[in-house]
């Protein structure tokens, strides 16, 4: 018996690919941010070991902003084709994670799994 197709896996996914984009824009401002404070000390004629410092500290914040944005795009995406539930999970979960967009996440999980029925 096939199952009849709602809207929740197709909104949950885009609530993913929302949180998922903002987490991403976020992670590339917080990098582009580091490398332009690293560039300001380092013509300001800081010694080139004490420059090169904001970059890394900003890599660390920004790469798993990167990785969980790209997560909850891709889980976004099956979500929205009802593909492969438990990477819709997965991406549903990575969006909690911009902390101003949570309600997004929690929104999406939840539709995500109340949709279940209808993944391939």
């Known amino acids: ?64 902003l990167l990785l969980l944005g790209t997560v909850a795009i891709v889980g976004g995406v099956y979500s929205g084709q009802r593909r492969f539930w438990p990477i819709a999970l997965a991406g549903a979960i990575c969006a909690l994670f911009p902390p101003q967009l949570t309600i997004l996440g929690v929104v999406a999980i939840v539709l995500v799994v109340l949709g279940k029925d209808e993944f391939d």
């Open 1 to 64: 018996m096939m199952q009849q197709r709602t809207w929740k896996p197709v909104t949950a996914g885009v609530l993913s690919i929302v949180a998922g984009a903002f987490s991403v824009a976020i992670g590339l401002m917080i990098l582009l941010l580091g490398g332009i404070a690293s560039g300001i000390l380092s013509a300001t004629g800081v010694p080139s070991v004490i420059a090169l410092i904001p970059f890394p500290l900003a890599g660390g914040i920004a790469v798993p």
